[in-house]
């Protein structure tokens, strides 16, 4: 497993939760969250950009933040949770082959379920 995830868990709208992503390897740069709700299409939540900026999805912006601390673990801070972002969210990252090429791999994926 090259990404995990932890930080997933049911709670109430309204709530907060930080989600973390921790890499297996030195070879592989965090980059994102995306998430894939109940019988729907996985989608971009946030995502670091090739300059170092972020990205945010419409429906989370203002309520959701995108971080990397020093050792490359990757954090979601999401706050005002609402029903409708009950998905398992999965991170996103680039495995470097050599100095120019990398391939895409993801985690495993952690619950997250909003509900009163």
């Known amino acids: 497993v090259q990404l995990v995830e932890s930080g997933g868990g049911l709670v109430q709208p309204g709530s907060s939760l930080r989600l973390s992503c921790t890499r297996s390897?030195?070879?592989?740069?965090?980059m994102g969250w995306y998430r894939q709700p109940p019988g729907g299409q996985r989608e971009l939540v946030a995502t670091?950009?090739?300059?170092?900026?972020t990205t945010y999805a419409d429906s989370v912006k203002g309520r959701f933040t995108i971080s990397r601390d020093n050792a490359m673990t990757m954090h979601l801070q999401m706050n005002s949770l609402k029903p409708e972002d009950t998905a398992v969210y999965y991170c996103?990252?680039?495995?470097?082959?050599?100095?120019?090429?990398?391939?895409?791999?993801w985690g495993q994926g952690t619950l997250v379920t909003v509900s009163p």
């Open positions: 670091f950009t090739a300059t170092g900026g």
């Open positions: 996103n990252g680039h495995q470097w082959q050599d100095s120019y090429s990398y391939v895409e791999v």
């Open positions: 390897s030195f070879a592989i740069n965090p």
